[in-house]
C-alpha cells in the first residue's frame, strides 16, 4: 500500500523492507508495530476509492440472461439517482451520507467504530486503459475511531481499504487521539 505525501515523498505500508536502487533516495525504515486495545481512541486519515456491488442485468454465456455483479463508486451511485440539474445542490450532503454509510460497513467487518468523521475532499481521476478510460472516485476521509478489534482492525490497514490500490488509494494512517 502507497500514498502520495509531500512532492517527491511516498508513505509505504509493505511486509518487506524497501531495496535500494538509483532511481529513489535511500528510503527512512520504521517498523509498523501499534500497540492497540480494546477501547483505545484513534485519529485517522484515509484516502479512498469506496465501492459497492451493484447488480447489473447482462449477458453471462453465449446469449443467457442473468444478474452480474459490478463495482460503483458510491458517491456517483447516489448522484446518479437525482436528475442532473439536482446534482450540484445535493452533492455535499450525498458524499457525506455516501462516505458515512461505507465507512460504517467498513468499521463493522473490520474491528472499530467511528466516532468522527470528516469528508475533507471528494475527487475523480481519469485512467487511461488502452482505448479506454476509467474512472476512479477518490475520497479524502479524516476523523476518529474507537478500537473495538485489535486483531482485525490492524490486519484490515495491513490490507487496505477499498479498492484502487495501485492508486495510492487505501492507505489508514492513524495515530492516537
Not at 150 to 168: M, S, T, V
Request: hydrophobic share 40%; aromatic share 6%.
Amino acid at each position: 500500500l502507497w500514498r502520495a505525501h509531500d512532492r517527491g515523498q511516498f508513505l509505504v505500508l509493505s511486509e518487506r523492507s524497501p531495496v535500494g536502487n538509483d532511481l529513489f533516495l535511500t528510503p527512512e525504515v520504521k517498523k509498523f508495530e501499534p500497540q492497540l486495545a480494546v477501547g483505545d481512541r484513534l485519529q485517522f486519515v484515509l484516502r479512498v476509492n469506496a465501492t459497492k456491488d451493484r447488480a447489473a442485468i447482462g449477458r453471462l454465456n453465449k446469449g443467457e440472461q442473468g444478474r452480474q455483479h459490478r463495482r460503483v463508486d458510491v458517491v456517483m451511485d447516489s448522484l446518479h439517482a437525482l436528475p442532473p440539474e439536482a446534482r450540484p445542490a445535493q452533492r455535499e450532503e450525498l458524499t457525506m451520507q455516501a462516505a458515512k454509510s461505507w465507512m460504517v460497513n467498513q468499521a463493522k467487518l473490520r474491528g472499530f467504530a467511528i466516532d468522527e468523521l470528516v469528508v475533507d475532499a471528494y475527487q475523480t481521476i481519469k485512467i487511461s486503459r488502452g482505448k479506454t478510460r476509467a474512472t476512479l472516485g477518490v475520497l479524502d476521509l479524516s476523523g476518529r475511531i474507537r478500537v473495538e478489534t485489535p486483531h482485525d482492525l490492524l490486519a484490515a490497514i495491513a490490507r487496505g481499504f477499498g479498492r484502487g490500490k495501485a492508486w495510492g488509494c487505501g492507505l489508514m494512517l492513524i495515530r492516537r487521539a
